[in-house]
């Protein structure tokens, strides 16, 4: 233990859930170091160790309430830089199953940038903050622990340019390597089983390509996510970002992927639901090349059933849990899990790991792993296993979207979930419940 009984942490990786879980570290730890192969200081372009950040990256309000506690200020900070801000109910134009639901103001903020520039913002705060250094372009190579094994004790790293090897002493080393990380080889190594991991294949591919306007397709609006459904399930996002840019992202399930070629992106935009996209763009001016992005299926490590995992170690991010990106949870995940990681730090010792991985699956992922999982066996090629009380639930959940496209309160009840601002029962609520029922005979 460092000076007066605070301690030393490692961060490995240097992305989102790093940075939100070194910004609570920085108010426990003597210092706090982040490692991450990638160059970060000053980077405002899409990384090499992010690949996804060139695609679109949508904030869920319940991420950005997170964000602006952990960083007071942050969202007049990146508004001023160039972000969007709106209402998630009323100036997000949402359309569900091809009809649009109804705007009208709920309170919750839709702050929309792109990937890096979130990042670098969040980045530079958390840079600012005392005893927190990054140690950039650096590989992380393996873990350290004593010789029982029962405890880790640092990490290897090697300098890109030197090849240099560094021990890096720690008393909490916290895994947010993303999707890739070897923590699970690692374990083994140490003598721990091979933690068990959830996968739900779909097949998702996405291409991204960013577009100067030259007609606004936006109105006060200011993002246009047209989303994919069983019966045609293909999607298209329109976002303003980062001052005067568009981002424009189309996706498509079980291998239906959206094409890289110019002529056919706009032709797979052309056939989602609505066609506001891809009349936007008509006249627009493309800024770069489109880029694809493959997810074969969301991943999610239960590290949690472990019944042995060395102190010292925790886990965030993607790294435990990679989810459908299409319901843009992964960074409201990580910030959940930086709140459940702060609620553990506070005894001013390094958290008991176990108890930390149950409360994050528990706390921070069930919800959205759980919303995902509903919503990907509704498409019939998805494999996995439809139990009668999901089968009910989609059923139900259905016939809240039906309703949200004819009802603004049923609209703003179901846009609280998908934000991850209240959990789905929240839907069977006999406020809510008696009105989606009304509902389900009324036309569009
Ligand atoms: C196509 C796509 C679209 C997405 N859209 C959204 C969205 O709309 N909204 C949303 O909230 N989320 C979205 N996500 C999820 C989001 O990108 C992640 O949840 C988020 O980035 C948190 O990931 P992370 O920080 O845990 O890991 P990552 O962002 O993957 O970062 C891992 C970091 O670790 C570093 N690293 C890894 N290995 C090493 C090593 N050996 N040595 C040194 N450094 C290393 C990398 O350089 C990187 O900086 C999307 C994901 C994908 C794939």
Redesign the pocket.
């Known amino acids: 233990m460092g000076d007066n009984g605070k301690y030393r942490a490692v961060v490995?990786?240097?992305?989102?859930?790093?940075l939100f879980a070194a910004r609570v570290l920085a108010d426990f730890c003597t210092t706090v170091t982040v490692?991450?192969?990638?160059a970060l200081t000053g980077v405002a372009e899409p990384?090499?160790?992010?690949p996804?950040?060139r695609?679109?990256?949508?904030?869920?309000a319940r991420?950005h309430q997170i964000i602006e506690e952990l960083f007071p200020g942050i969202t007049d900070d990146m508004v001023r830089a160039g972000a969007s801000i709106g209402d998630v109910a009323g100036n997000l134009r949402w359309y569900v199953g091809g009809v649009r639901l109804p705007q009208s103001r709920s309170g919750l903020t839709a702050l929309t940038s792109s990937?890096p520039f979130l990042e670098r913002h969040v980045r530079s705060r958390v840079q600012a903050l005392p005893g927190v250094e990054f140690l950039e372009r650096?590989?992380?190579?393996r873990l350290r622990a004593t010789p029982g094994r029962e405890r880790v004790t640092g990490v290897v790293?090697a300098g890109q340019e030197s090849g240099a090897e560094t021990v890096l002493d720690a008393d909490l080393v916290i895994d947010?390597?993303?999707?890739?990380?070897?923590t699970p080889a690692w374990l083994e190594e140490l003598g721990y089983p091979r933690v068990e991991e959830d996968r739900l294949k779909i097949g998702l591919g996405?291409t991204t390509c960013h577009y100067r306007m030259r007609s606004d397709p936006y109105g006060s609006d200011t993002a246009i996510n047209i989303i994919g459904s069983p019966d045609l399930p293909r999607g298209a996002i329109c976002a303003k970002v980062d001052g005067d840019r568009s981002v424009v992202t189309a996706y498509g399930v079980l291998g239906d992927h959206p094409p890289t070629d110019p002529e056919g992106l706009l032709a797979f935009v052309k056939s989602v639901a609505a066609p506001d996209v891809y009349d936007a763009l008509q006249d627009a001016e493309p800024l770069d090349a489109p880029v694809a992005?493959r997810?074969p299926a969301s991943l999610r490590r239960r590290y949690e059933r472990m019944s042995r995992f060395p102190q010292g170690l925790l886990v965030?991010?993607?790294?435990m849990c990679?989810?459908n990106?299409t319901y843009?949870?992964?960074?409201?995940?990580?910030a959940l899990e930086a709140v459940t990681l702060r609620r553990h730090l506070a005894s001013g010792t390094p958290p008991k790991p176990l108890a930390y991985l149950r409360d994050l699956a528990t706390d921070a992922i069930d919800r959205a792993w759980d919303l995902m999982v509903g919503s990907d066996l509704s498409y019939p090629g998805v494999e996995g296993e439809r139990t009668p009380e999901l089968l009910a639930g989609q059923a139900y959940a259905a016939q809240v979207q039906r309703a949200a496209t004819r009802d603004a309160t049923v609209a703003q009840a179901y846009l609280q979930v998908i934000a991850l601002m209240e959990p789905s029962e929240s839907l069977a609520h006999p406020d809510i419940a008696q009105r989606v029922l009304a509902l389900q005979d009324e036309p569009a």
């Open positions: 490995l990786g240097g992305s989102i859930s790093g490692v991450d192969r990638d990384r090499r160790g992010v996804q950040g695609q679109v990256h949508g904030l869920l991420g990937r650096h590989d992380i190579l790293v947010a390597t993303g999707r890739g990380t070897r996405y992005y997810f965030t991010g993607d790294a990679s989810i990106p843009a949870q992964g960074m409201t995940v990580a």
